[in-house]
């Protein structure tokens, strides 16, 4: 819902909520920029959303509710479908006799209020509220979602467990396996698992048969949580209907097996990557959970800032060369040249990646999938994917000589390389290839910017609390950075005053609370970007060492992951422990 930048101008100005001097700036900003008046104001801080919300429904002659601290009856909650909520904006919160109220972004969508009307049976008192209210009654269906799983889990797992046992063995022949992962007990169970992980935010699911009992663990912003224990005797039941689900072999139980699915809603589009593995007490199970609507994000989203953000638009927007991202597993590498591709994902590029496995799909770039079972590998599929005329490729990661020779030839030839590698730093990426038999002087010629980089949680951002390092704690912290120049990195990012000392330097704790019950709340990447300069270069053909490499590109301006990470810690970010977490493990 807007309000054109004239009448906003004089509603504010009347209600002397912004100084008048730097709400005529920012109105002449909006007219300059031929932006809205209210983005300019909150872009800046001058107002709050809620304040603008406000002010939105006495302009328009609407009532306005803040919802953000309501704990709305799950009954009336319900009248408006999840998914519907989701998609259109509007929550309902009260019942007055035959009115249902609702609270909506914009309540002059008629549509949507006739079509609540139609399914409700209420008649529709409708008001403006905000999006931080949408939210946190959205939190709401998760938490009754919650209950309704725990107790249709239960329930089913007690059918299921009684079938089980009138109708098959432990392990069962292939028949008695299909007709338990088919029966409606162990879908609902899979169903109900697969939902709340979705729900939960998580990266992936893990469901490990003990002796007694089977544990459903999810990972949330990169940390194992218990999520429920189910029966033992329902393992068998579970594991089959993953398999089926996957079109793997419902009779092996031996060997491992890798499969894949996907679900859609209309809320969602979800991939999951499964994994079986045999294990002591029966078939580990772990899936990957792919949201296949996830690209669009910026660099900046991504943790990218300052001159490290500078050297990777440079290096993106050149003909040539290669983009190396390094890293463990699970440390956003994909993410990362997924976000460098959707960038550059223009008409006049012909974009092609070689991937295992492909983790999302993306408009107009050509993706294909490794096999190795029927010879298609990195190498094979790099050597044919190089005669399609590609402008842009990108390989899913370099495993192996052949691979790495065919990827440093392809940026040798007129082509902008993207790909990954297993290092722990930056400038480990330099070795590391020369390790696998390439060159020094055609990396040196080819690689243009390495990209460290691990995830950190982000704090969450309305318990967290702020504290000072003490002595002692800034003398261990100086064990393993140099505090002169971390404090000129600080200074530089203009994340601490310029006259700052370490004394003034603040950093933040995770705080507990209903919404975020270890003070964190999803992830960010900390970096550090090397710009492979004529020094390096250098450096490079003489076989120099990973450390003396990094020497070198601090000199030249890089700045490493630990402050990056210590920049992100000071900005309130993330946690100075989360930084240390992640990070000293390789110092």
Not at 154 to 171: N, T, V, Y
Not at 338 to 343: C, F, G, P, S
Not at 377 to 399: C, K
């Amino acid at each position: 819902m807007q309000i054109e930048n004239e009448q906003l101008l004089a509603f504010v100005e009347d209600a002397k909520l912004v100084d008048k001097k730097k709400l005529q700036k920012a109105y002449q900003e909006a007219q300059k920029d031929q932006k809205k008046l209210a983005d300019v104001l909150l872009s800046s801080g001058l107002i709050s959303e809620s304040q603008l919300s406000e002010l939105n429904a006495y302009i328009a002659g609407l009532k306005f509710v803040d919802l953000t601290k309501e704990k709305i009856n799950p009954e009336i909650l319900h009248i408006i479908p999840q998914p519907t909520a989701q998609k259109h904006n509007i929550v309902a919160y009260k019942i007055v006799g035959d009115q249902l109220g609702v609270a909506m972004l914009d309540p002059r969508d008629l549509q949507t209020i006739d079509f609540i009307r139609k399914k409700s049976g209420f008649k529709i008192e409708a008001s403006l509220t905000t999006k931080e209210s949408i939210q946190s009654v959205l939190k709401q269906y998760e938490e009754s979602l919650e209950k309704e799983f725990k107790g249709l889990i239960k329930e089913e797992s007690r059918k299921i467990g009684l079938q089980q046992h009138k109708e098959m063995g432990e392990e069962g022949d292939d028949k008695d396996l299909k007709k338990v992962a088919e029966e409606l007990p162990t879908i609902k169970i899979v169903d109900s698992i697969l939902r709340h992980a979705i729900n939960q935010r998580a990266s992936d699911i893990h469901i490990e048969p003990e002796e007694k009992d089977v544990i459903v663990r999810f990972r949330i912003d990169g940390i194992l949580h218990d999520a429920m224990t189910l029966p033992r005797q329902i393992q068998t039941g579970i594991v089959a209907r993953v398999k089926v689900l996957s079109n793997l072999r419902l009779d092996e139980h031996r060997l491992p097996q890798d499969g894949r699915f996907a679900i859609k809603t209309d809320q969602y589009k979800v991939s999951f990557r499964i994994s079986i593995l045999p294990v002591f007490d029966g078939e580990k199970v772990v899936m990957r959970i792919l949201r296949e609507n996830a690209q669009g994000l910026t660099l900046e989203e991504l943790g990218f800032r300052g001159e490290a953000l500078e050297k990777i638009q440079q290096a993106i927007h050149k003909p040539i060369g290669m983009i190396l991202a390094t890293g463990p597993t699970g440390s956003g590498k994909t993410t990362t040249l997924y976000t460098l591709m959707d960038i550059i994902n223009t008409s006049d590029v012909n974009i092609s990646t070689i991937e295992d496995p492909i983790e999302y799909r993306m408009p107009r770039i050509n993706q294909t999938q490794v096999r190795p079972e029927i010879g298609l590998t990195f190498a094979n599929g790099l050597r044919s994917l190089v005669r399609q005329d590609p402008d842009i490729v990108m390989v899913g990661e370099i495993r192996d000589n052949e691979t790495a020779g065919l990827a440093i030839n392809a940026a040798l030839t007129g082509h902008l390389v993207f790909s990954t590698l297993h290092t722990n730093s930056a400038s480990g990426a330099i070795p590391r290839l020369i390790d696998m038999e390439q060159e020094p002087f055609l990396i040196a010629s080819t690689v243009s910017v390495i990209m460290g980089q691990r995830l950190v949680r982000r704090l969450y951002p309305d318990t967290k609390k702020v504290y000072k390092l003490t002595k002692n704690e800034l003398e261990t912290l100086g064990k393993d950075i140099d505090l002169d120049r971390m404090l000129k990195i600080l200074k530089d990012n203009k994340a601490v005053d310029s006259k700052a000392t370490w004394e003034d330097v603040k950093f933040y704790k995770p705080i507990p609370s209903d919404d975020s019950p270890d003070g964190y709340k999803d992830r960010i990447g900390i970096h550090e970007v090397m710009h492979v300069t004529e020094s390096i270069r250098r450096l490079i053909t003489e076989n120099a060492t990973s450390d003396q490499i990094e020497e070198y590109a601090k000199k030249d301006g890089m700045i490493t992951m630990l402050e990056d990470g210590i920049v992100a810690a000071v900005l309130g970010i993330t946690s100075l422990e989360e930084v240390l977490r992640v990070t000293t493990a390789e110092l």
